[in-house]
């Protein structure tokens, strides 16, 4: 009963891991706590439920197709409302207040176009289940855990060592030198939105199959706990993000068994809490909170 | 008389409503080294920023090497050869020296030329060299200045953007700044070079420009402006 909570625990840390990377990208390049994320995710969920269950497209092409609208839209709140604000050199707190908006703005049109009730999603990577020790694990799980490692790995590899990740480094460092050394400033950040959009895809996916359910507030918790986990492992600082995110998931699964369903949804708010009141910079932050990246 | 590898023509840049630069010409002949004198807020930085493509001017025309630059994008410019140490040296304060020179030669692709370049960056710099893996925001400020300077050479620059590189250093890391701009341009680069320290700055180059709020006052080669009367007093302190 504990193992499958805990194993339970590991699966969902690893979507809020995927969700928290996203905050964590862009906030290391531009400083931005990027409150359209949840909303970006739940966008994710409904371009592939668009894909499967309206066009009905195999997995596959469902989320490659989710990823690039939902990479597109990223773009679109990068390109229309952050690039003129950040170009006009608006305060943080402006840009915070315009994604905050940019929320409500997607989340409403998801709701005009899909509906408010919750729709039912197809089951995905529906492969059957098999039992390790008294664990019971189903296909899906598998292919989430596969998910994420593969994408965070491939994450960490590029920011690591690419050109590209340099240039996301030189900007989140000194963007005016990044500009004198000749780095396409404007299209490195774009890219950035594009591969956070990307993760929010594929959890929104793989979170509508697992529960097989969408509806359009189910970014408004899982990007808040997202954001508790990010900050949790210091926010901006991928692996970090990955540790903070399976950490919750754990802690929410803990706190289930000992404190029972109705409380366990306060887990990750209550690490934030103490995260906030502790060590600001996470787990993984230099304290000084400019140390980032 | 040989080639001119930039001429800034009738250049008028704006920061709001504040008139930078109020049409400014130059010509800069290849394989030169080039001094821009004047004093506090008279525009110096932003003609480097003109000419390097992080301010666009509002009128006026910048050609390298005959190419019109004036409204290309700075990753363009860098590319086409044009490489700035701006002021305040601006390193990446988080990542390594090495990693603050690969930033350099972002716009490069040939990893072995790049590579080459590096080598050639640390013959000049051998302090750098003993500092790959340390992080930039850990260096001296000599060091940091070197490393901005480095990091400007290795997008492969014809032209070389110097914005007050011995700004804040003790008087033997000055000459040795100096003495390094010299060997510089004797590998064939052309050195645009800002200064306070004008008296050194005449002795390595060949012409100088005097700006004094957003106008060229005075130009000339750096012999004649030497014994220039008017320089003497201002920047020379005669
Ligand atoms: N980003 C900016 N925004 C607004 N005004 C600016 C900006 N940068 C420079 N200026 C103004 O433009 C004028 C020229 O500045 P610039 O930095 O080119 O001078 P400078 O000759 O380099 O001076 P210094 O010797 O102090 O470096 C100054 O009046 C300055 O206040
Ligand atoms: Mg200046």
């Known amino acids: ?293 | 008389m040989s080639e001119l590898i930039l001429q800034v023509q009738d250049v008028h840049t704006y920061y709001g409503h504040i008139h930078a630069l109020k049409g400014i010409s130059m010509d800069i002949r290849q394989g030169e080294i080039v001094t821009l004198l004047g004093s506090n807020g008279a525009g110096k930085s932003t003609t480097l920023s003109s000419i390097a493509g992080i301010v666009h001017p509002a009128k006026g025309t910048i050609l390298l090497e005959g190419t019109d630059i004036t409204r290309m994008k700075c990753s363009e410019i860098t590319k086409r050869g044009i490489g700035i140490s701006p002021e305040g040296r601006e390193v990446f304060p988080r990542l390594t020296v090495a990693e603050n020179l690969l930033a350099g030669a972002y716009t490069r692709r040939d990893k072995k030329e790049i590579a080459g370049s590096l080598e050639e960056v640390y013959a000049l710099f051998p302090r750098l060299k003993e500092r790959t893996k340390q992080m930039a925001g850990t260096l001296s400020g000599g060091e940091q200045q070197m490393l901005a300077i480095g990091r400007a050479l290795m997008c492969k620059p014809k032209l070389l953007l110097l914005d007050e590189p011995s700004l804040g250093l003790a008087p033997n890391l000055v000459e040795l700044i100096f003495e390094l701009i010299v060997r510089i341009n004797k590998t064939g680069i052309t050195i645009l070079l800002i200064e306070q320290n004008a008296n050194m700055a005449l002795q390595i180059a060949d012409q100088g420009f005097v700006l004094e709020t957003g106008t060229i006052t005075l130009s000339g080669e750096a012999r004649q402006l030497r014994t220039n009367d008017a320089i003497r007093r201002a920047y020379l302190g005669k």
Not at chain 1, 123 to 130: C, E, M, P
Not at chain 1, 141 to 156: P, R, S, W
Not at chain 1, 161 to 189: E, F, Y
Request: net charge positive; charged share 10%.
């Open chain 1, 1 to 293: 009963m504990l193992s499958q909570q805990i194993f339970n625990g590991l699966i969902l840390g690893c979507i809020y891991a995927l969700l928290a990377v996203g905050y964590s990208l862009v906030f290391g390049i531009l400083r931005l706590l990027n409150m359209s994320h949840g909303a970006v995710y739940t966008a994710g969920a409904f371009m592939g439920l668009l894909g499967a269950s309206y066009l009905h497209m195999g997995a596959v092409p469902t989320i490659l197709f989710a990823m690039l609208l939902t990479g597109a839209v990223n773009v679109c709140i990068n390109r229309a409302v952050l690039q003129p604000l950040r170009e006009q050199g608006a305060a943080n707190i402006t840009m915070l207040i315009s994604v905050t908006g940019v929320s409500y703005i997607i989340q409403n049109t998801l709701m005009l176009v899909f509906g408010s009730q919750k729709l039912p999603f197809p089951k995905v990577f529906d492969f059957g289940s098999f039992r390790v020790g008294g664990v019971l694990v189903t296909s899906i799980q598998v292919m989430i855990v596969l998910v994420t490692v593969v994408l965070l790995g491939a994450l960490g590899l590029i920011t690591k060592h690419t050109r590209t990740g340099l240039a996301m480094r030189c900007i989140s460092q000194n963007p005016k030198a990044s500009n004198m050394v000749g780095i396409d400033v404007r299209w490195i950040i774009s890219f950035t939105f594009i591969v956070s959009g990307i993760c929010a895809a594929i959890a929104g996916y793989m979170v509508s199959g697992y529960y097989q359910l969408v509806y359009f507030t189910m970014g408004t918790t899982a990007g808040l706990k997202a954001f508790a986990a990010a900050v949790l492992g210091g926010i901006g600082i991928l692996s970090g993000s990955v540790v903070g995110g399976i950490l919750i998931g754990l802690c929410e699964a803990l706190a289930t068994v000992v404190f029972g369903g109705e409380y366990s949804e306060a887990t990750a708010y209550v690490i934030l809490f103490l995260v906030l009141l502790i060590k600001p910079s996470g787990l993984f932050g230099k304290d000084d909170v400019d140390e980032k990246v």
